[in-house]
């Protein structure tokens, strides 16, 4: 059990982080590299025309997979933030910031492939959709968080109030997401809203959660690859770092 | 009695200082002494607690002053650059707010008195940011005379103040300490009081 | 206990001080919810639908603008460190200073809303509501808005920063708010609107001051 | 396999723009991110590495 | 006239070294108006008829918020009083202040408009005319609010006082600017709304920096 | 050739100097002394024209500085309580920024010699927020060494620097002196400097 808790914390020091992280990484590019061609294969060939919404649903391939990451993504992150306030460990603050510009990103995704797709099905590139106005509220937090951690130097403060921002978030999250539902459904005003997938094919699912797959992978590749250069950025002046054949070479 | 084993600080990359072992008993005063950006201000701020040291740790009557918390507070009075000191009120109003905020209250006579002693007679009720640089400083230093505390961490009291003043604050400390109390302070100036230790940066 | 009313005391006093305020936030609410029939125009029927969310838009922007200055002051005359070294806890104090702000800022919009809602030419019924959820609504954007302004203390550019990071944690208050009223008016009821409002003003009563607090510990080290 | 020719998988049933903009920007995101991420660690990097040859030369 | 341009540097790197403060006006902008949909409702009607009048009152708030930071920070650390005392002309120093505003407040909301404009579902010629009046209005904007910022410079309570001050002498240029868009909508032809703003704005350009610089030397006295 | 007469300056209803004369010629130097609150900041604000006065008139080399205008600012440095650094910015940026705005140039090369003349070496490029007191004071005085001007006014000048960096700014002040330039200064301690006028508020 004292074993398991030494080895545990062991890992959450950066200095014996940061090489295990270096071994995982392109082992992630490989699986998100396989997930990837795989599910654009699928979701390009395989996959059949959709009987009401032409070949213009091809866009749920992405957009799926980068809405659920961008809201997993958040609940990780926040973990990562809780986990340092409490323990105090520095690679947890770390672990936050590099997944936000990551998590960033895929709600920009979902925003931008769910638009490119509205227009099409719905005649406008936006509507006040309640899950399109969460997911909206969601990239501005994400963007809150970005920009509270950038607007402070020192990097303790930072992980600290941005772990406090992120927890703040993760309650609120739930609130936003089912108030906003209720806004929309009591107005009953927009003339569209996302229809429930049209009992989707089980092709279009396995292509979807393949893809889901490769975001994943992808994720993770670039997060720890992130979490890595900040390592060294905060990390610059310890021992271990100019002990690095990286830096000696 | 105040003592600190092994503290560094590390602002950036500098490490201000390293392994500073301390000790300030009762009755005696303790002059920081450092070139600018020595350090001196950074050890106040983690003496008082405000700051944490990067490493080691601070007793207060041999218990850590972290688990202390409120009780070491409680004892001890830290003045800072800053004035802590509301330009839009004044010198009276400044000084019994700061006293109800400590869970203290104090008599508006006492605190007329204190604000004589330190030369601001007549300026009770002009609203501080009206006042000159020195005399901002004596309405923070008129604390000293109110609060009851056993500690007294002063970063640069002496600042701006004019030779009268300087006596004056000089007497206050001299009485503070003879009475069995702790004082830390910088200055880049000498100071010539009794028991004093001195400690360079 | 002495030391949070000598602290709402200090902060009524140093608003009175500072005069204008307290009737400026007022102002300013009064302006920006004027300027939208100039920049919409001025259709009655146009505009008694839109006036919920107007007045509740304006009144959480009149809000948000006091907030950079809820710690700022404190923070930059060292009065915020005395608070930190105060033997009283510091929760306390800051839900001291909440409450403050929120008599200076939030409860002056309560009491001026039912006069511009007369602009708009709301009804009584729907003036009541909104008055009562205003009077809900404006404690809990002084709570969110503490945790914010104190994040952003002492940096630059926090005033902007400070709407970033608060806006979005302000949108249930808002739909709720607004929608107290808008449901009144379309017959649907209020009540639901306005208990989950005040289920929020719980929550974020138990849990604004302690974040508030937390970061601004972060902000002093 | 759905399609006849390139021009016709390349015109997406008509849906070309939403498909191919969606897909185009997804691609583009998840190339430059990875691209930036290593312009950061090349960057830290070589200043490490400044750095270890300033101090030699000072300890010379 | 070279100090003219070290000026502008100089706030632009001060700009950038916060980092944040361009991007997050930008964002509070975008912010504001998405609150509205969330206060209103969301039928796409009603928004699309709102939404000149919201798109421009945003970007005023906008350009508002920062306009506290415009000379608060020169004059806190004392840097005011050094161009007061330069030899270079003040009135030329606090037109490059003004300029400088203008290039990190006012011309990221021009650009960003067209994407805010798509949420309320504005055609792309109506978004022309949109993008056109704030070309034209921020420039505006900025220059008006220069001597706002002077006037209440180092008063208690400024921020606050200082919207009071502007936004009233704001109205002409939110009516003009959202006036054209929705003359365009209505098919009226934006033309004379246009003119008129252009006309604001030459006449404000030759007399703000004046004014600015008058109440300016008044505040440091 | 600096001089007053009659100046008075009043603040709410107190007067703070009424009738007061002056004069500084090339060569010399003028000490403005006083107790906290009597004045002294309110004259040389007056004095650099931040501040008209009640009454009295103020001349430079003969005529009146209000008439004289820019020509009067060319040839003045003011540096009061605030340090007119940007908290931001390094203390090289801070440097030649500021000697753009006076409306010359000032090349890195020398912008880093005064700096390192007044000991900020290793610290050009750390924001000013970071420095501490002292070194904050410095950056401000390094624009002394590169900004060319005959009339130094200076408030305070000796406050929060280390006795090293007291050595240095009195050094740097006759210099200035005796190459013919004017300097009027206040401070709380005594300055040993030849050429000296005192005038006591
Ligand atoms: C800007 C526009 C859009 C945004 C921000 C957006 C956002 C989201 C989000 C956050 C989800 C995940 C929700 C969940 O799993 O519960 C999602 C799922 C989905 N979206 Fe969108 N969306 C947009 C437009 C569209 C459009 C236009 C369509 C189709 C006409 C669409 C179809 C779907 C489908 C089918 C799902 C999967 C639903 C499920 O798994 O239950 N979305 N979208
Ligand atoms: N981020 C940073 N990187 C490098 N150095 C830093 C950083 N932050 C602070 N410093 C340095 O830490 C020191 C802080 O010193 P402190 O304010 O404690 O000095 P002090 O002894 O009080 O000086 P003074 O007499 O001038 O008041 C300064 O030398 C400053 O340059
Ligand atoms: N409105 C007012 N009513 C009455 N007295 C005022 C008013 N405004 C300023 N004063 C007084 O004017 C004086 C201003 O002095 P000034 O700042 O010039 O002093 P100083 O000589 O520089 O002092 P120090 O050595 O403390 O810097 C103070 O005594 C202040 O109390
Ligand atoms: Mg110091
Ligand atoms: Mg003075």
């Given at each position: 059990m004292s074993n398991k808790i030494v080895n545990w914390f062991?890992?959450?020091?950066?200095?014996?982080?940061?090489?295990?992280?270096?071994?995982?990484?392109?082992?992630?590019?490989?699986?998100?590299?396989?997930?990837?061609?795989?599910?654009?294969?699928?979701?390009?060939?395989?996959?059949?025309?959709?009987?009401?919404?032409?070949?213009?649903?091809?866009?749920?391939?992405?957009?799926?997979?980068?809405?659920?990451?961008?809201?997993?993504?958040?609940?990780?992150?926040?973990?990562?933030?809780?986990?340092?306030?409490?323990?105090?460990?520095?690679?947890?603050?770390?672990?936050?910031?590099?997944?936000?510009?990551?998590?960033?990103?895929?709600?920009?995704?979902?925003?931008?492939?769910?638009?490119?797709?509205?227009?099409?099905?719905?005649?406008?590139?936006?509507?006040?959709?309640?899950?399109?106005?969460?997911?909206?509220?969601?990239?501005?937090?994400?963007?809150?968080?970005?920009?509270?951690?950038?607007?402070?130097?020192?990097?303790?403060?930072?992980?600290?109030?941005?772990?406090?921002?992120?927890?703040?978030?993760?309650?609120?999250?739930?609130?936003?997401?089912?108030?906003?539902?209720?806004?929309?459904?009591?107005?009953?005003?927009?003339?569209?809203?996302?229809?429930?997938?049209?009992?989707?094919?089980?092709?279009?699912?396995?292509?979807?959660?393949?893809?889901?797959?490769?975001?994943?992978?992808?994720?993770?590749?670039?997060?720890?690859?992130?979490?890595?250069?900040?390592?060294l950025e905060r990390e610059a002046h310890t021992e271990w770092v100019k002990e690095l054949s990286e830096v000696k070479q | 009695m105040l003592s600190a084993t092994s503290l560094s600080c590390v602002r950036g990359e500098r490490h201000l200082f390293d392994g500073l072992d301390l000790a300030v008993g009762p009755g005696e005063w303790l002059h920081v002494q450092g070139e600018n950006g020595a350090g001196k201000t950074s050890l106040l701020r983690i003496l008082s607690s405000l700051s944490p040291p990067a490493a080691g740790e601070i007793l207060w009557r041999g218990q850590p002053i972290k688990t202390l918390g409120e009780d070491y507070r409680r004892e001890m009075l830290f003045l800072g650059h800053h004035g802590a000191v509301k330009e839009e009120l004044t010198p009276l109003e400044n000084l019994t707010l700061a006293a109800q905020l400590d869970g203290t209250s104090l008599s508006e006579a006492d605190a007329m008195k204190a604000l004589?002693?330190?030369?601001?007679?007549?300026?009770?009720?002009?609203?501080?940011?009206?006042?000159?640089?020195?005399?901002?400083?004596?309405?923070?230093?008129?604390?000293?005379?109110?609060?009851?505390?056993?500690?007294?961490?002063?970063?640069?009291?002496?600042?701006?103040?004019?030779?009268?003043?300087?006596?004056?604050?000089?007497?206050?400390?001299?009485?503070?300490?003879?009475?069995?109390?702790?004082?830390?302070?910088?200055?880049?100036?000498?100071?010539?009081?009794?028991?004093?230790?001195?400690?360079?940066? | 206990m002495s030391a949070v009313f000598a602290i709402i005391r200090r902060d009524l006093l140093l608003a009175m001080r500072r005069k204008s305020e307290v009737l400026t936030a007022l102002f300013f609410f009064i302006i920006v919810v004027s300027l939208f029939p100039l920049g919409i125009g001025p259709e009655p029927a146009l505009l008694r639908k839109i006036a919920p969310g107007i007045l509740w838009v304006a009144a959480l922007l009149a809000t948000m603008l006091g907030l950079a200055r809820l710690f700022a002051?404190?923070?930059?005359?060292?009065?915020?460190?005395?608070?930190?070294?105060?033997?009283?806890?510091?929760?306390?104090?800051?839900?001291?200073?909440?409450?403050?702000?929120?008599?200076?800022?939030?409860?002056?919009?309560?009491?001026?809303?039912?006069?511009?809602?007369?602009?708009?030419?709301?009804?009584?019924?729907?003036?009541?509501?909104?008055?009562?959820?205003?009077?809900?609504?404006t404690p809990l954007l002084s709570l969110i808005g503490a945790i914010g302004a104190a994040l952003t203390l002492g940096l630059r550019g926090g005033g902007v920063l400070l709407s970033l990071l608060v806006l979005p944690l302000y949108v249930p208050t808002l739909i709720f708010g607004a929608g107290a009223v808008e449901a009144y008016i379309s017959g649907t009821g209020a009540g639901g609107h306005l208990s989950l409002l005040a289920a929020l003003l719980v929550l974020g009563g138990f849990f604004a001051p302690w974040a508030t607090t937390a970061a601004l510990r972060i902000a002093l080290e | 396999m759905n399609w006849g020719s390139p021009a016709e998988f390349f015109a997406m049933g008509g849906y070309g723009l939403y498909v191919w903009g969606s897909f185009g920007v997804c691609a583009l995101l998840m190339i430059a991110e990875p691209i930036l991420v290593g312009k950061r660690r090349t960057s830290i990097l070589r200043s490490l590495r400044r750095e270890r040859i300033a101090e030699t030369l000072d300890t010379q």
């Open positions: 062991k890992y959450a020091s950066p200095q014996s982080f940061y090489p295990v992280a270096g071994k995982m990484i392109p082992w992630f590019w490989v699986l998100a590299a396989i997930f990837g061609v795989t599910g654009l294969w699928i979701s390009f060939f395989v996959a059949p025309t959709d009987a009401t919404q032409g070949e213009g649903y091809r866009i749920i391939f992405i957009h799926v997979p980068a809405a659920w990451m961008s809201m997993f993504i958040y609940v990780v992150m926040a973990t990562w933030a809780g986990l340092g306030l409490a323990l105090n460990t520095r690679l947890s603050g770390m672990m936050a910031q590099a997944l936000a510009p990551t998590g960033a990103i895929m709600a920009f995704l979902s925003l931008w492939t769910g638009a490119f797709w509205g227009k099409p099905m719905w005649g406008a590139w936006w509507v006040w959709d309640a899950r399109l106005t969460s997911a909206l509220i969601l990239f501005f937090l994400y963007i809150g968080f970005i920009a509270l951690q950038a607007a402070i130097d020192d990097a303790r403060r930072a992980d600290k109030a941005g772990a406090i921002l992120a927890l703040v978030g993760v309650v609120n999250v739930p609130i936003i997401y089912f108030s906003v539902k209720w806004w929309n459904t009591l107005h009953q005003g927009a003339s569209v809203s996302i229809n429930k997938a049209p009992a989707m094919a089980t092709t279009m699912l396995w292509g979807m959660l393949i893809m889901a797959l490769a975001f994943w992978m992808y994720s993770i590749a670039v997060a720890l690859t992130r979490v890595r250069a900040i390592i | 004589a002693r330190f030369g601001l007679r007549g300026r009770e009720d002009l609203p501080v940011r009206f006042l000159s640089a020195g005399q901002k400083r004596r309405v923070l230093l008129a604390r000293l005379a109110v609060r009851q505390a056993t500690l007294w961490i002063l970063d640069e009291p002496f600042t701006a103040l004019d030779v009268k003043a300087v006596d004056m604050l000089s007497g206050l400390i001299v009485e503070h300490v003879t009475g069995g109390g702790i004082a830390i302070l910088t200055s880049h100036q000498s100071i010539l009081l009794p028991n004093g230790k001195v400690l360079v940066l | 002051p404190d923070h930059a005359d060292g009065t915020l460190e005395q608070m930190v070294l105060s033997p009283t806890p510091l929760g306390l104090l800051i839900a001291g200073k909440i409450a403050a702000h929120w008599i200076t800022t939030g409860l002056p919009l309560v009491l001026l809303a039912p006069v511009l809602g007369i602009q708009f030419d709301l009804d009584s019924g729907a003036q009541g509501i909104l008055v009562v959820s205003l009077l809900l609504g | -």
